[in-house]
């Protein structure tokens, strides 16, 4: 089973230990600003701190938890990533918190 990591507990994840990848979508952050509501859900960790997301080109990845509770990352896009990422799709993953 292939595994996504995330640095720090994050409340958007609800807990769950695996997921489906649903969707894979490209953001250039130098052409299109997020929106600060989508920043502050995906970089928001439960000890109340932001993850810096700086300008740049990154990928979108949409999962579906294991209770059934939807989530998304957005992740530094290369093209060997998005390449490994859409050809995990409708895989499951396991949600690794690092340092659990």
Request: charged share 30%; aromatic share 16%; with cysteine.
């Amino acid at each position: 089973m292939s595994r996504i990591k995330f640095s720090s507990d994050y409340p958007k994840l609800w807990k769950q230990k695996s997921a489906f990848l649903i969707h894979v979508g490209r953001i250039d952050r130098d052409y299109f600003p997020l929106p600060q509501e989508l920043l502050d859900y995906d970089t928001l960790n439960s000890n109340n701190e932001y993850y810096p997301l700086p300008r740049g080109d990154y990928l979108q990845l949409v999962f579906l938890g294991d209770k059934r509770i939807p989530f998304c990352t957005i992740r530094r896009r290369t093209p060997q990533k998005e390449d490994y990422y859409r050809s995990k799709l409708n895989q499951v993953f396991e949600i690794e918190i690092m340092g659990e």
